[in-house]
């Protein structure tokens, strides 16, 4: 199952983000200048393997705003 980043309140704040699987491992640390552009684009279609293979096992995204 695909998780649904629509649920969720995404802010455009810079900050890092923390994805984590169904058992609550962190699978990926990014950072971004706007955190609600940046998660986004990786569930826009036609994304690497890679990408693609990152996102199935998303269950959960945190975030961490900085300045």
């Given at each position: 199952m695909t998780f649904d980043i629509s649920k969720i309140n995404i802010p455009s704040n810079p900050g890092i983000y923390?994805?984590?699987?169904?058992?609550?491992?962190i699978i990926y640390i990014g950072k971004a200048k706007n955190l609600k552009n940046r998660i986004r684009s990786y569930f826009l279609k036609n994304q690497n393997h890679k990408t693609q293979k990152l996102v199935e096992n998303i269950s959960d995204i945190e975030f961490v705003l900085t300045d």
């Open positions: 923390l994805m984590k699987d169904s058992h609550e491992k």
